[in-house]
């Protein structure tokens, strides 16, 4: 796949993780999407990796879907605890 391909995935993954994990995030629908972008990326690399499951080329498979809203799901929890709290409501 090519860099835009993950960077689309990513966007999607970014949604599909913040519908999965409701609630006020830090940095918006912005930075959500960004997460996603990074998560997806972060996700890909884990899977290729450390669970010896290479990452196909092909744009419609699960096992790269899984990855990348997995990688988006790790990265929003971590931005949540670590930036969850600066912000006064």
Avoid: Q
Avoid at 44 to 52: M, N, T, V
């Amino acid at each position: 796949m090519s860099i835009v391909s993950w960077i689309v995935l990513g966007l999607l993954a970014g949604v599909v993780a913040k519908v999965l994990l409701p609630g006020r995030d830090p940095g918006g629908l912005i930075g959500t999407t960004l997460i996603g972008v990074a998560g997806a990326f972060v996700g890909g690399w884990i899977s290729a990796r450390f669970l010896d499951r290479p990452i196909t080329n092909e744009f419609y498979d699960g096992a790269t879907w899984l990855a990348a809203i997995g990688g988006s799901l790790v990265l929003l929890i971590a931005y949540r605890i670590l930036f969850g709290h600066s912000r006064e409501r």
